[in-house]
Structure formats: structure tokens, C-alpha cells
């Protein structure tokens, strides 16, 4: 937590504000918001398979999760997201739309993750084109009815069963 202020190196104090608890300037009187960070996904999908990344940092290091990150300044969520899976699994995707947006609690860092559905640039490519960087050590495509069971964050595993549901749905 921040203890100095960036605007002028002041100690920062409690204060409530419209009954929310914060921390002020106590010289300058420059207030410190405590946000949510803004982080981005893909939902890419090849042939009824997802892609997913093994994390190789914390949190949940070693665990699978969709290639996601947080949003750089100067970007837009969607670069963000191409980006993301570009780093982490070598892939250039096509975003083919918004899929959800959620408010994500499950690490220290809280984000508003926004996922997109995406399909690779290359409709050609395999397995062997993937290349896992960035904070990811793997990369595969996985069946949506046959994920692993170490999927990092409750939000990525709920995200790739409401697309299969919804996949199910629209086949019926």
C-alpha cells in the first residue's frame, strides 16, 4: 500500500470518501484511488479447441489459463489482447468479437478482464506454429470438452464453459 505521495512525497493519511476508505495527502491533499487494473483475454478457437497457456509466473505458476495480460497505457483493450496471445503462445489472432467483461477478485491484483473471441490469422495453423514467451512456458490447443483440470483462474475455466454451452446451444 502506498505510504508517500506522487505528487509531492507528503505522507499519505485515512480518509473516507462518500464512505469509501482512502488514502490522502496530507500536504497536498491528493488523493490515492485504489482501482481495479485493466486486463485483456482471448478466447481463441480452432476447430472445437481453445487455447491456453501454462503460466510460468505467479500467480498460479505451472497452471493453464487463456493467454491474458494487463493493458498497457497507450492501447486499447483489443491490442491488448492480440498482443497478449501474440507474447504468450507465438500466435497472430483475428478478434471476431466481445465475448465478457467480469470484475476478477481471485489474486491480490483486482482487474477488470475483458475477453474477446478470437480464430487465428493463419487458419492453418497447427500445435507446431505455437511458441510459448513471454511469462507462458506452453502453449496448446485443447478440446472444450476435454480442458485440464489446472486451469489458474476461475474465471478463464467459467468463461470457456459458457462458450461451449453456448456452442451447444446454437447446434441444437
Known sequence: MAKYCIECGGELGPFAENGVPRLRCEKCGWIHYLNPYPAAATLTVRDSEVLLVRRG?????????????????????????????????????????????????????RCVLIIYTAVPRDPSATDADLAAGDDATDARFFPLDALPPDIAFVSHREA?????????????
Open 160 to 172: 470457456i464453459e459458457k462458450y461451449r454451452d453456448t456452442l451447444v446451444e446454437d447446434q441444437k
Open 57 to 109: 509466473v505467479e500467480p498460479r505458476v505451472g497452471m493453464w489459463c487463456l493467454p491474458s495480460g494487463f493493458e498497457e497505457y497507450e492501447e486499447t483493450p483489443e491490442e491488448a489482447a492480440v498482443r497478449e496471445t501474440r507474447e504468450e503462445s507465438g500466435l497472430d489472432v483475428e478478434l471476431t468479437g466481445l465475448f465478457s467483461v467480469n470484475y476478477v477478485s481471485e489474486t491480490d491484483k
